[in-house]
């Protein structure tokens, strides 16, 4: 039997149609475009309507990755999503799509719970089930609705995150060229209090809103997010300038550069989304992905590296090829 592989054969995303400005968000709180720009390169985010659920933007952004790999939903045999912001406490978003896009030979569907490294961590799982013959082909979404869990009291929180999702389909091979040549999960929950929800459902009965000590959690975020791609490469016999692509978290472009920058990587390889999506916590490398992948980025065989960082503390490094 040849070794299989776990590669990414397309991606889809979907952004709610409501795009707000910094100069939208100072008419409302007091900030600027000045101050959010500067401290963190955001320009603007989408928002969700009512229509524009948990589910409905995974559904959106799952069928655009199947459609551009020519598949249809009988072809999908597990379904994860990650996501701190799902519609119910329960069934899954994974469940939900499911019932919404007739995925009906899907056997597994489950939700994953790792924040802002949730993709990645939805990866690792997959890449798992591939590998030991499980499944064949999966859809990982990550997806975010943080719009609905803004606190606009406080404004060193609100004005960063957006809403939208990414999508991939990931398939197995025996190419050993393509696909996932190692990832691995990271986690610390004695530093959970620098970034937390301050609800949920057992403890106070509502969602509560974000609460970050930002200072405090952009230095662990770019101390972690640089640490894991180095010994990822190492354990490969690769260096970091094999790396055709680096797709970083998208919470702050301050974080990016400093990981670029401690890589002693190229930022012009490195992709930058965070300007019109801004934090979108688990959809933000999928929707990086996305945006790279229909611009025509990638070439197939590009050494991808995927660095990923957020609540928990929750850290997760993925390498790849295209
Ligand atoms: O996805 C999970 C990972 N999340 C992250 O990686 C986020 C990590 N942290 C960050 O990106 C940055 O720490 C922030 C963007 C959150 C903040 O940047 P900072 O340079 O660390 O600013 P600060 O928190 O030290 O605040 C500086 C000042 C304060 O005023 P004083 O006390 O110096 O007078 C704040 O009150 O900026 C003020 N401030 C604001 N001013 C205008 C805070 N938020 C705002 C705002 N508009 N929205």
């Given at each position: 039997m040849p070794q299989l592989n776990s590669a990414i054969i397309s991606t889809g995303s979907y952004l709610p149609k409501q795009y707000v400005t910094n100069d939208d968000l100072a008419q409302k709180i007091e900030t600027s475009d000045e101050w959010i720009r500067t401290r963190t390169g955001i320009e603007g985010r989408h928002y969700g309507d009512e229509t524009e659920t948990t589910t409905f933007m995974a559904t959106k952004a799952a069928e655009r990755a199947l459609e551009q790999a020519n598949?249809?939903?009988?072809?999908?045999d597990m379904i994860v999503v990650a996501t701190v912001t799902p519609d119910y406490t329960f069934p899954s978003v994974a469940c939900l799509m499911q019932k919404q896009m007739g995925l009906t030979n899907a056997s597994v569907a489950f939700d994953v719970q790792a924040a802002c490294s949730g993709f990645v961590y939805g990866l690792n799982l997959i890449d798992a089930q591939i590998k030991t013959g499980q499944i064949k082909r999966a859809i990982l979404v990550g997806v975010e609705k943080f719009s609905s869990i803004l606190n606009w009291e406080d404004r060193s929180t609100c004005v960063l995150f957006g809403d939208g999702a990414g999508a991939v389909v990931i398939e197995a091979t025996d190419n050993p060229n393509r696909g996932v040549i190692a990832s691995k999960l990271h986690a610390n929950?004695?530093?959970?209090?620098?970034?937390?929800?301050?609800?949920g459902i057992a403890a106070t009965q509502t969602a509560g809103h974000v609460s970050m000590q930002g200072r405090e959690v952009f230095r662990h975020a770019v101390r972690e997010m640089v640490g894991v791609v180095s010994p990822l490469l190492e354990k490969n016999n690769?260096?970091?300038?094999?790396?055709d692509w680096l797709i970083p978290h998208q919470a702050n472009m301050r974080i990016i550069e400093a990981v670029t920058k401690q890589l002693d990587f190229p930022m012009e390889k490195t992709i930058q989304t965070?300007?019109?999506?801004?934090n979108t916590s688990a959809a933000s490398i999928p929707l990086a992905l996305d945006d790279a992948n229909r611009k025509g980025t990638f070439k197939q065989g590009d050494l991808l590296a995927l660095s990923a960082f957020g609540a928990g503390f929750t850290w997760a490094g993925a390498l790849l090829r295209w």
């Open positions: 598949l249809t939903a009988e072809d999908i929950g004695n530093l959970a209090d620098l970034l937390h929800g301050t609800g690769l260096k970091t300038d094999d790396i965070v300007a019109t999506h801004a």
